[in-house]
């Protein structure tokens, strides 16, 4: 079956139309039921931005208890790339249910997660021998990646940069910048951690020219002075910064930063827990420049939506810790290990990392058409369905709330995400199997969320 708008034949393809049909304003009524009883049982700690209780999603939509079907410019925070309930995910856990759900691999191992961790050691930037464990999270992932750096250098700190976000366990909150809401009052943090600058070109003080040049060296001459570069055991680093704004390093950046972990052997690692699998036009996004990670975390993307994560690096750096130095009661879950394996033939089969490309071609023009057009648009950035729009005071760097103009799209049946270290930005993460004439239609509710809110 061919979907519309899509560069191959996408297996099976989504079940649902492909549609945005409001028949309740949003959140309808009986959603509105839901989240009363939500309120009443869970904390809000646990935040809710779209309060619309979802009854089934595939291709480009989400369908929600009182009938609506929206428009998902969100995948779950960059999970469901292959599409909710994809055709393979589901015939491979289908049967792999009504099999076995759980050994524990520790205890009595199964192929499927082997040949996970084989094609994770194949796929991921590097021809140099791999290995591959399988965890739950993608702050689990991290968490191990520091952990195994540590124990092969013997080194005790760990680097990592502003706008950097690796999760809420008390290591990875610590490793992430943003104070609130992710760390505030959940202190004191883990220590041997330090932050530099980033290579932020909208924000650089002395323009995106210089930035690259400008961010690596200072970001170089705090590790040198500040904690000595023999002491650091591993640099902490996304290839986009994804909820600290979709943040793009200035090309040139991460070479610098992996060149001077390579000369001092440091362990590097990319966290593209956000950005792996497809998402921003590459498999992996350290190929965009050319970056061979020493570790690679990855987890969202791997499985369309059941929980798995891995930490994927240098054979002599995973062999290096002693037997059972590394576990977990559900790594590489059964049920999940399908799912991936689904996930990569569907990725593959259906030329999603095309696919991933060609939405950045479409959505980059519309977004600084955009830019040209509102003066709230400071900055359009992003790859491949990997996208973003910075919203500012026009005339300044001032940062405006995206919170109103997302509300605006929730309305209209379109669900956009926030991010940033400022609040300020509106972040596109589609399905790579959504159709094209949902993409132009969410960008038009897109487009006319912020004129309403200039005329406002
Ligand atoms: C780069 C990067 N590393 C690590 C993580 C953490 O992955 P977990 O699977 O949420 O633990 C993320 C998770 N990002 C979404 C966080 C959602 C929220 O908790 O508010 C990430 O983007």
Not at 220 to 243: L, R, S, T
Not at 360 to 365: A, K, R
Not at 415 to 436: C, Q, S
Request: charged share 20%; proline share 7%.
């Amino acid at each position: 079956m061919t979907v519309e708008g899509t560069t191959g034949t996408v297996h099976g393809g989504p079940r649902l139309p492909q549609e945005r049909r409001l028949v309740t304003e949003i959140p309808g009524p009986r959603s509105r039921e839901l989240f009363a009883r939500k309120q009443s049982a869970v904390p809000p700690g646990i935040g809710t931005t779209l309060p619309i209780f979802v009854t089934h999603a595939g291709g480009g939509v989400v369908v929600d208890v009182d009938g609506n079907s929206l428009i998902d410019f969100g995948s779950g925070i960059a999970v469901t790339s292959v599409g909710n309930s994809a055709p393979r995910v589901v015939e491979r856990v289908q049967k792999q249910v009504a099999d076995f759900t759980h050994t524990c691999f520790m205890v009595t191992p199964y192929e499927s997660y082997v040949t996970v961790c084989e094609k994770l050691n194949a796929l991921t930037p590097g021809d140099h021998d791999k290995r591959t464990f399988l965890v739950n999270s993608g702050a689990e992932a991290v968490e191990n990646a520091v952990k195994v750096a540590r124990h092969a250098t013997g080194r005790p700190a760990v680097v990592v940069f502003d706008h950097g976000y690796h999760g809420r366990t008390l290591l990875t909150m610590t490793l992430t910048a943003k104070n609130m809401p992710y760390k505030d009052g959940f202190g004191p943090f883990a220590p041997e951690v330090y932050r530099v600058p980033l290579a932020y070109p909208f924000r650089w003080p002395s323009g995106p020219e210089n930035c690259a040049d400008e961010a690596a060296a200072q970001a170089i001459d705090m590790i040198e002075k500040q904690i000595g570069a023999a002491n650091v055991a591993a640099v902490v680093i996304e290839p986009i910064a994804g909820e600290g704004g979709f943040i793009e390093p200035a090309r040139g950046f991460l070479p610098k930063i992996a060149e001077f972990c390579r000369a001092n052997g440091i362990v590097f690692v990319a966290d593209e827990v956000q950005t792996g699998f497809a998402r921003t036009g590459h498999l992996f996004a350290c190929e965009d420049e050319g970056i061979v990670p020493d570790i690679i975390c990855t987890a969202k993307g791997i499985a369309g939506g059941l929980p798995l994560a891995a930490v994927t690096g240098r054979a002599e750096l995973l062999d290096s810790v002693h037997a059972s130095g590394l576990g977990g009661t559900y790594g590489g879950n059964p049920l999940a290990c399908e799912a991936a394996l689904g996930v990569l033939e569907t990725i593959e089969q259906d030329k999603l990392v095309e696919r991933a490309a060609h939405i950045g071609e479409i959505m980059l023009p519309r977004l600084r058409s955009l830019q040209e057009r509102f003066g709230i648009v400071g900055d359009v950035r992003g790859r491949g369905a990997m996208t973003a729009i910075e919203l500012v005071v026009p005339g300044t760097k001032d940062p405006l709330p995206a919170g109103p103009i997302a509300a605006r799209c929730h309305a209209e049946g379109l669900l956009v995400l926030t991010a940033g270290t400022y609040g300020n930005v509106l972040r596109f993460l589609p399905p790579l199997v959504i159709p094209d004439h949902l993409l132009e239609e969410g960008l038009s509710i897109l487009e006319r969320a912020i004129s309403a809110d200039q005329s406002a």
